[in-house]
């Protein structure tokens, strides 16, 4: 079993940053691959960034790419997301997630996550 533990959301104008960090705890060498994702009310979860527990590879959606960026935190188990030049459109509950077992080509779909956070709210104002 795994806890994640996001933190770091909250409300900003366009072009702002904020600096997401998901905490994961329990069986931790389970996971090969942590993600963000994201939920916008009345849209489908989606994929945003993610990397496996080696650091490499890394996946960012195209719609972030640029401008977000996902590395493992300083910290033991624990992955940030710095968000850059942020937009009304990123606007969203913003989950992490953990997978253990995922292919690489499964990377972005939500489905083969096993462990997931209980989100944290990211505003973006224009």
């Known amino acids: 079993q795994i806890q994640l533990v996001e933190s770091g959301g909250g409300s900003v104008q366009t072009g702002g940053s904020l600096r997401l960090s998901c905490s994961a705890s329990g069986n931790t060498y389970n996971a090969n691959y942590m993600a963000w994702f994201r939920q916008a009310p009345g849209k489908e979860r989606e994929g945003v960034a993610g990397?496996?527990?080696?650091?490499?590879?890394?996946f960012h959606a195209d719609s972030v790419k640029g401008r977000f960026t996902i590395s493992q935190g300083n910290a033991k188990n624990t992955v940030v997301l710095q968000m850059n030049s942020l937009k009304p459109e990123d606007t969203a509950m913003y989950y992490c997630a953990a997978a253990f077992g995922i292919a690489t080509l499964d990377v972005r779909d939500r489905v083969y996550y096993n462990y997931w956070g209980q989100g944290t709210q990211v505003t973006v104002s224009s």
């Open positions: 990397i496996s527990s080696s650091g490499a590879p890394t």
